[in-house]
């Protein structure tokens, strides 16, 4: 492997990138998760159980690997110690863990904040997973957030806590009609879960980058998706931190300049989670089969996805903004059995045809998915290829279209949950 390698997500998230960080992180000596909070959810089937991570990078099931999360991640402390906890219980060593002392803190009141404003919003929620994350991001940006390095001073901690905590206060029982938090509580809180902690939390920038002279392989575990970035997607149907590679360089602490690979996760078909446009979604009972073969239900929330046929102009537009390289494609298996799939190359708009994503949520919602139609293949036929050659003539045809459409290459091909069900076409 390349010294740094990038795994990003170019869908609406939910591609499957779990499972292809934790293949690639046997290549790897540290794993860096660089943005997002535990809304994100990545499943791993590993040792015969299957493990769902919110904040911990997927390396963490290997014995050998650092695990960064990085100055850029927001961290819901009571979440992160019910992970670690977890995971200890199944067995797994936290020991390679290191939290990094910049990252921001998900404090209760962004949580319940989250959820009045979703509230408030009514019919034009963003439909968001309700863990603070949009009003901890938006404190880090206004300049009021407290860190994880504040946990560990008590008097830092005091300090900023009182700034604004008479404003959050105010908001939550004059706008929300809310009880009032107690500063007592708060701060007995959160200097208990800096305690449990502080083994974990360091300059992590630091140690990344001294990993990185000492020549160690670094993956950088992108959470979320290119079409949830706050610039690059379907704002405001979006999230509040940058899952596309340049947000892995703010996020981790590393220079743009090391980023020497860039791989995309694709799902074979397109899902997306949350409120917002979404042009190839299928309401009929297409979408049904797909969402119950695919098993798409929230890792995070439990929600049904939307589901819908593989969008080429969403994937393209990620391969521009990413630069991606490789091609990582999920889940090729849940399409098995369905005769005849498709696959959206263009938006027609106005008489035009679009090939890249419009800002304009108002376009994406009304332009017409231009489809090319494929024949499909069995289950049979996926479930006993073990390399490329012996897929069946049609999933090759698919997985070759997409590589001409979007100009990078399908490297690897995910065939069934499983950590062996991974093909690799080079
Ligand atoms: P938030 O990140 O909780 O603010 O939610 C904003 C939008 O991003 C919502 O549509 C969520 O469903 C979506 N979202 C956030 N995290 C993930 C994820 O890990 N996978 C898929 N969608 C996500």
Same mark, same amino acid.
């Given at each position: 492997?390349?010294?740094?390698?990038?795994?990003?997500?170019?869908?609406?998230?939910?591609?499957?990138?779990?499972?292809?960080?934790?293949?690639?992180?046997?290549?790897?000596?540290?794993?860096?998760?660089?943005?997002?909070?535990?809304?994100?959810?990545?499943?791993?089937?590993?040792?015969?159980?299957?493990?769902?991570?919110?904040?911990?990078?997927?390396?963490?099931?290997?014995?050998?690997?650092?695990?960064?999360?990085?100055?850029?991640?927001?961290?819901?402390?009571?979440?992160?110690?019910?992970?670690?906890?977890?995971?200890?219980?199944?067995?797994?060593?936290?020991?390679?863990?290191?939290?990094?002392?910049?990252?921001?803190?998900?404090?209760?009141?962004?949580?319940?904040?989250?959820?009045?404003?979703?509230?408030?919003?009514?019919?034009?929620?963003?439909?968001?997973?309700?863990?603070?994350?949009?009003?901890?991001?938006?404190?880090?940006?206004?300049?009021?957030?407290?860190?994880?390095?504040?946990?560990?001073?008590?008097?830092?901690?005091?300090?900023?806590?009182?700034?604004?905590?008479?404003?959050?206060?105010?908001?939550?029982?004059?706008?929300?009609?809310?009880?009032?938090?107690?500063?007592?509580?708060?701060?007995?809180?959160?200097?208990?879960?800096?305690?449990?902690?502080?083994?974990?939390?360091?300059?992590?920038?630091?140690?990344?980058?001294?990993?990185?002279?000492?020549?160690?392989?670094?993956?950088?575990?992108?959470?979320?998706?290119?079409?949830?970035?706050?610039?690059?997607?379907?704002?405001?149907?979006?999230?509040?931190?940058?899952?596309?590679?340049?947000?892995?360089?703010?996020?981790?602490?590393? %220079?743009? /300049? $090391? @980023?020497?690979?860039?791989?995309?996760?694709?799902? +074979?078909?397109?899902?997306?989670? #949350?409120? &917002? !446009?979404?042009?190839?979604?299928?309401?009929?009972?297409?979408?049904?089969?797909?969402?119950?073969?695919?098993?798409?239900?929230?890792?995070?929330?439990?929600?049904?996805?939307?589901?819908?046929?593989?969008?080429?102009?969403?994937?393209?537009?990620?391969?521009?903004?990413?630069?991606?390289?490789?091609?990582?494609?999920?889940?090729?298996?849940?399409?098995?059995?369905?005769?005849?799939?498709?696959?959206?190359?263009?938006?027609?708009?106005?008489?035009?045809?679009?090939?890249?994503?419009?800002?304009?949520?108002?376009?994406?919602?009304?332009?017409?998915?231009?489809?090319?139609?494929?024949?499909?293949?069995?289950?049979?036929?996926?479930?006993?290829?073990?390399?490329?050659?012996?897929?069946?003539?049609? %999933?090759? /045809? $698919? @997985?070759?279209?997409?590589?001409?459409?979007?100009? +990078?290459?399908?490297?690897?091909? #995910?065939? &069934? !949950?499983?950590?062996?069900?991974?093909?690799?076409?080079?």
């Amino acid at each position: 492997m390349q010294q740094i390698r990038a795994i990003v997500g170019t869908q609406w998230g939910d591609e499957g990138k779990g499972k292809i960080v934790d293949f690639l992180a046997k290549e790897a000596d540290v794993v860096v998760r660089a943005q997002g909070g535990n809304n994100a959810g990545h499943t791993v089937e590993a040792f015969g159980k299957v493990f769902k991570l919110h904040l911990i990078p997927s390396g963490i099931l290997y014995k050998d690997k650092l695990n960064i999360i990085g100055n850029g991640v927001v961290i819901d402390p009571e979440s992160l110690i019910q992970e670690i906890e977890n995971l200890q219980k199944e067995g797994i060593s936290t020991e390679n863990l290191k939290i990094s002392d910049r990252a921001h803190l998900v404090m209760p009141y962004h949580k319940i904040l989250d959820e009045e404003q979703e509230r408030q919003r009514g019919e034009d929620s963003l439909g968001t997973t309700k863990r603070g994350i949009g009003p901890a991001y938006t404190d880090k940006t206004e300049r009021t957030n407290l860190r994880v390095c504040d946990m560990l001073d008590e008097e830092e901690f005091v300090q900023k806590l009182r700034n604004v905590y008479e404003r959050k206060n105010v908001i939550l029982t004059n706008v929300y009609h809310k009880i009032p938090m107690k500063f007592g509580e708060l701060l007995e809180q959160f200097m208990r879960y800096g305690e449990i902690l502080k083994p974990y939390i360091t300059d992590t920038i630091k140690l990344l980058n001294d990993s990185i002279k000492a020549g160690k392989k670094v993956l950088l575990e992108g959470a979320q998706a290119t079409m949830l970035d706050l610039d690059y997607g379907t704002y405001p149907y979006v999230t509040s931190s940058h899952p596309t590679v340049g947000g892995f360089c703010i996020g981790a602490g590393i %220079a743009p /300049k $090391y @980023i020497q690979e860039v791989v995309g996760v694709v799902k +074979a078909y397109t899902t997306r989670v #949350g409120k &917002g !446009p979404f042009p190839t979604e299928l309401l009929d009972k297409m979408g049904d089969i797909i969402r119950e073969k695919g098993r798409e239900y929230g890792t995070t929330t439990g929600r049904p996805r939307r589901c819908g046929w593989l969008d080429l102009v969403v994937v393209r537009y990620a391969v521009l903004i990413n630069g991606i390289d490789r091609i990582a494609l999920t889940k090729l298996d849940t399409l098995s059995g369905i005769p005849k799939l498709k696959i959206c190359t263009g938006y027609r708009y106005e008489g035009k045809v679009l090939e890249l994503f419009p800002a304009s949520l108002r376009v994406a919602m009304e332009c017409e998915p231009v489809y090319e139609e494929f024949e499909g293949w069995s289950e049979e036929e996926i479930k006993s290829a073990k390399d490329y050659d012996s897929l069946p003539k049609n %999933a090759k /045809k $698919y @997985i070759e279209f997409i590589e001409k459409e979007t100009g +990078a290459k399908v490297w690897l091909i #995910g065939t &069934g !949950p499983s950590r062996e069900d991974i093909i690799v076409k080079e």
